[in-house]
């Protein structure tokens, strides 16, 4: 029977495809005595051999992929496996206590990884107690027969079910097969569901039982602009579904006309519309859907998608890649925003009760000031490519600018020193995130370039509420009056100074939204590539007098964000 689930729609698209389980498999078992130890010690050769061949597959895929760098981590794996030092322990522990295979693995694994992590200074030891860990649940689920899920190795199209997708799931969805992603948890603004977006991958997030519903096989239908999601649908459930997806495929072949127009409203003011990339890759898809800049590259996940710091010359063709690409149009990068829900598996922080209220971003940048260096010399020396803007993630005082703008002083002064071409033009701005930093907008303003709100995080901070929790999520609310008023206090304060106000959150390209922004006088909008050309073509039938009138009416006279809604509907009817 077909079942209804409702969810957060996250990225646009409508799909239909069989599920595929992203769930940790149940690898308990019991310990139990044997008579026949050759017969175990065969089980063993058997789960050994089938796990050498996966890793091999899966080391294939991804050097294929992902590129031969990356694929050596499953050399370590396949090490582990053909290890006779731990091998041979584990087939003695068979045969001289005459226990099963499952049990005789755990013991002498567990043992071997104790032993690598009480050597806490030796990162080397670390790493190899965590590839053991790894290898021995592939050899556990061989042993016990059950299904280990692995998002590299798809090769059908499905959509993928799961808890929760972290970002680096996420970078992992080949696009081929993977139709759309629906998970238990999550918000608009959890970093999955923007990947969702730059992707084109239609997601709902936080259906709250997805893993309950779906068992392996069953067939999904999705809207990731409704939020809704069928189990195993009927075929005139599938016909309505096939039927949205070709009205959206229609819309979309619409709003793609305006490619290559600028952002002119009604009344003939141009807007910047910019794009949030994580990586150079993401370019593609700027220019595809006819970015006018870059207004947040988020730089954290170059250190998320490598297995140690990337080196300078690393990032500086990173850097250079991107400003080269967008061939002298803006580019804002933001230096490393570690921590919240990205996280790097190589930087040890410890465990935090607030990891959104911890050792985070600037915060890291900071206090490990090497690291910040380096970026700073990479982003220095690639200013030289293209229009350059850096910008600090996360800062909630002046002196956390004046601390990252005087390493950033250092360091040019010290590139220049060195003859390395660095260029003179290059804009330093902040992320206004927190609110404290929105309400002393007026202060900071007399010393940075510009601001770039980044609504994902002043909104949890302004409301106290999770931006990944789906059951706050009525209280995330991008249009209640004190945000609008937090904004225009941020608008205001950068317009009195002479300098330039963006926004980088997702806010900036949500349609109910635009006409508020617009109103306050927002100068340039950061949003997912995808969801450009339908902000254009909304701004293209906006009048910006009329839009400042219902901006001015929402902040004075409005409750409730509602209230807000209504007068935005009432403002753009057409
Ligand atoms: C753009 C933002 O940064 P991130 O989503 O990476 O936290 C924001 O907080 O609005
Ligand atoms: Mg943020």
Known sequence: MAELLKGIAVSDGVAVAKAYLLVAPDLSFEKVSVDDVSAESARLADALAKSTSDLEAIRSKAAESLGEEEAQVFDAHLMVLSDPELIGAIESNIKDNQVNAESALKEVTDMFIGMFEAMEDNPYMQERAADIRDVTKRVLSHLLGVKLPDLTMIDEEVIIVADDLTPSDTAQLDRRFVKAFVTNIGGRTSHSAIMARSLEIPAVVGTKEITQMVKEGDILAVNGIEGDVIVNPTDSQIAEFNTKAQAFAEQKAEWEKLVHAETITADGKHLELAANIGTPKDLEGVIKNGGEGVGLYRTEFLYMDASDFPSEEDQFNAYK???????????????????????LPYLKLPHEMNPFLGYRAIRIS?????????????????????????????IATLQDFRSAKAIFDEEKAKLIAEGVN????????IMIEIPAAAVLADRFAKEVDFFS??????IQYTMAADRMNERVSYLYQPYNPSILRLIKNVIDAAHAEGKWAGMCGEMAGDQTAVPLLMGLGLDEFSMSATSILRTRSLMKRLDTTKMAELAEKAVTECDTAEEVVALVEEYTAE
């Open 366 to 394: 900071l206090a490990e000031d090497g690291m910040f260096r380096t970026q700073l010399r990479a982003l220095l020396r690639a200013s030289a490519y293209g229009n350059l803007r850096i910008m600090f993630p996360m």
């Open 453 to 458: 709100i980044g609504t994902n995080d002043l």
């Open 422 to 429: 660095v260029s003179d033009d290059i804009q330093v701005g």
């Open 321 to 343: 890649a991107v400003l080269e690409g967008m061939a002298g149009k803006p580019v804002v990068v933001r230096t490393m925003d570690i921590g919240g829900d990205k996280e």
